[in-house]
Structure formats: C-alpha cells, structure tokens
C-alpha cells in the first residue's frame, strides 16, 4: 500500500501487465499502419511513460509529437478541458495514432476530436493504454485499447493524483475504505469474550461474527454454503477453509454498513489468518488488531468451576477438563499470536477484575486502533 496527500493506493495492475498490453497495442498497430511512416501523438501529461514505452517497441520508423490538454482535478474529471500546448506540426495527409494513457469520460477525447476536425490527416486512429468502460459517455470510436479497467481512480504509470504517482512503474488503485475497525477477539475459556463482544458491538456500531453461529446459521437455514459445510461435517471431515471463508464473505456482505467486525472463533491457523486478511483487502479494509484478553489460569479455573456449578456444562464441572481446554487454547493461539504480534497487531488486554473495568481497558485499545 502507498500513500499519496491525503488518499491510500494498492497495487493493481503490474509492470509486466502493462509491459504485456502496450506490446499488445503495437503489434496491433503495426498490422494496420503497413508501409506508412505514422505520427503518434502523445497527450500531456499523463501519457508521457506510455509514450516512451511505445515507441521503443515500435520496430518502424514513426514520429512523436505532443499534445498537452489538462482536464482532471484531484481525483475527478471535468468538463472543462485546457488546451495548453496544440498541434505543433502540419499533419496533412499523415497517418496519426493517438496514444492516450486513460480514457474515463471521454471529454478529453472529445477535444482531441475538436482539434483534428480541420487536419486534414489521412487517417486518426484511437489508442489508449487504459479504460473506463463504465464511466466512458462518448460515441468516438477507440480503436486500440490497452486494459479495460473498472470505474475506480488510479495513478501511476504516468498517471497522478494531484501531481503524485507519474513515477510509478506500476498502476495502482484508490483504496475507499470501508469498515474502519476491525479486530480478531481472542481469550481463554472462560475470559469472558461473549461478554465484551456484547459491550463493544454496541459502543464501536460493529458486527460481532461469530464463526459457530455463522455455521450452525447456514446450516439451519440450509444455504449453499451449509449444506456444502454439512456434507463435510457428516463425513467427519474437517470443513475446508474456502467454504468457511466464503461463508465469512457472505456475512461481511450482508453488513455494509457496519463500522467493522468483531472474528470470534476464526482464525485459528495461519492459512487463515491469511486468508482473512485477503478478504478485509477484496473489501479495500484490513484487520486492525487480534484482541486477546488474558487471564490467569488459576483465575479461568475458579470462574468456569463457578459457572458449572450453575450452568450444568458438562465440560465447566471438572477441573481436569478445564485445565486441558485452557492449555489447548494456548498451543493453538500460540501461532496467531505470533501471526499479528509480526504485523505489530497483537494487543494484549488484562482479563481480570470487574466487566466493566475489562470493557475499559478494551475500549482504551481499540479507541487507539
Ligand atoms: P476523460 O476526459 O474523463 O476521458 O479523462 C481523461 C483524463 O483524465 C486523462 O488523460 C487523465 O489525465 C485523467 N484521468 C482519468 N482517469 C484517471 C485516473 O483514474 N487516474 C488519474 N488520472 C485520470
Ligand atoms: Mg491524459
């Protein structure tokens, strides 16, 4: 990720992509130019890279000229398009490409139209290395395009963000963060997470995602992804982490409007924790922080005792038991723990004293997050 000003960037399209599609574009050229000597015109500023990439892979004698139009403000096009530098050369009877770095609304192309109408050049043909299908409002026709892209601001590869990210090699995309906190809540048995989840969700407007009651929901509901999850479950296999993932998706989804999640339950690998971290990026978002209360295994011992004694939990009677599941939690914490404390995320939060006092410290670090 990349910051330039104010706004966040993530890689999106590849030098060896763009590498690919201006190869691409000149070989097309090539075919349709035959014997004639063309004049590419190049359309300042932001096709100055394309440009240059261009014509080195252009195995004939050409001409390179500019044109230098100025049409986009911060991060939007306009209406309004300034002829800065025109047409410097006569082109009468010449066969002309225009090389554009990115067509969007097609305003700018307009004025090159503008400009050509009295030329009186044998052939104007369109190339642009990218595209905006969707935001494109024009009938011109574009005759060679490079990558088809969606609507979404980018820069590099010529292109800027108010003066920034011309030098890039590669392209990148506008992150428009959604979900502003997220964290993965972590503890022992008997630390009191169901608890907290309830107090946070409520204080931070976020959505508690509990990995059990999103399967026992898909499954009673019978949804693609339950019955998928169920036949593995029926089989005693362990659910694949795609289906679970998927199921997480669907769940992100369903609250777009949230300011974040809670992941109770999930991960519990490294795979995962990846594969998590993939999905907050799909949503232009990120993990933030895994929150573990900890509590000391004496404390955790008397408190579930406590609650067997009320709850008839099978598995909150018997001390034995319960040391087995608290040493359990720590094997297999033990790995994400080291996952997020690499990314600096690990946030580790006294579990002990009253539940608000606990709500304190919690709201404390996630405020920092
Ligand atoms: P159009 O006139 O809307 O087609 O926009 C064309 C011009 O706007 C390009 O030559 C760029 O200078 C600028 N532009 C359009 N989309 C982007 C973008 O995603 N990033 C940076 N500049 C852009
Ligand atoms: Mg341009």
């Given at each position: ?224 992804l339950?019955?998928l999850a169920?036949?593995y ?6 659910v694949p982490d795609e289906v679970t993932?998927d199921m ?122």
């Open positions: 990720m990349i910051k330039l000003h104010d706004l966040y960037f993530k890689p999106f399209i590849s030098e060896n992509e763009i590498d690919n599609a201006v190869q691409r574009m000149v070989d097309e050229v090539v075919s349709d130019v035959q014997d004639e000597i063309p004049v590419f015109v190049g359309i300042l500023n932001g096709s100055f890279m394309f440009v240059s990439d261009f014509v080195k892979k252009y195995p004939n004698p050409c001409e390179v000229t500019f044109i230098k139009l100025a049409s986009y403000e911060g991060v939007k096009s306009t209406e309004d398009i300034q002829r800065l530098i025109g047409l410097t050369q006569d082109l009468t009877n010449r066969v002309v490409v225009i090389l554009e770095d990115i067509i969007d609304s097609g305003n700018t192309l307009e004025e090159i139209h503008r400009i050509f109408k009295n030329e009186k050049v044998k052939k104007l043909s369109i190339a642009t290395l990218f595209h905006k299908p969707e935001a494109y409002k024009k009938d011109f026709k574009l005759h060679y395009v490079g990558i088809n892209i969606p609507d979404k601001f980018i820069v590099g590869y010529g292109l800027d963000y108010n003066g920034l990210g011309r030098n890039l090699p590669k392209v990148y995309q506008l992150k428009t963060t959604q979900y502003m906190t997220n964290f993965v809540l972590f503890g022992p048995p008997g630390a009191g997470k169901g608890t907290q989840a309830n107090f946070l969700k409520e204080t931070y407007n976020l959505v508690h995602i509990s990995t059990g009651d999103v399967f026992r929901y898909n499954i009673k509901n019978e949804t693609a339950g019955m169920k036949a479950m029926d089989k005693g296999e362990l993932i997480l998706r669907a769940e992100v989804e369903k609250n777009s409007d949230a300011n974040g999640f809670i992941f109770d339950g999930f991960p519990r690998t490294n795979a995962q924790a990846k594969a998590l971290d993939d999905l907050m990026d799909s949503k232009d978002s990120q993990i933030n922080a895994m929150v573990a209360l900890e509590v000391d295994d004496e404390v955790l011992v008397e408190r579930l005792l406590g609650r067997g004694k009320t709850s008839g939990r099978p598995d909150d009677a018997d001390e034995k038991i319960i040391r087995n599941r608290i040493k359990e939690y720590y094997q297999k914490t033990a790995i994400l723990k080291d996952y997020y404390a690499a990314q600096d995320k690990y946030c580790g939060v006294d579990g002990v004293g009253s539940i608000s006092d606990i709500t304190n410290r919690l709201t404390a670090v996630i405020d920092k997050l």
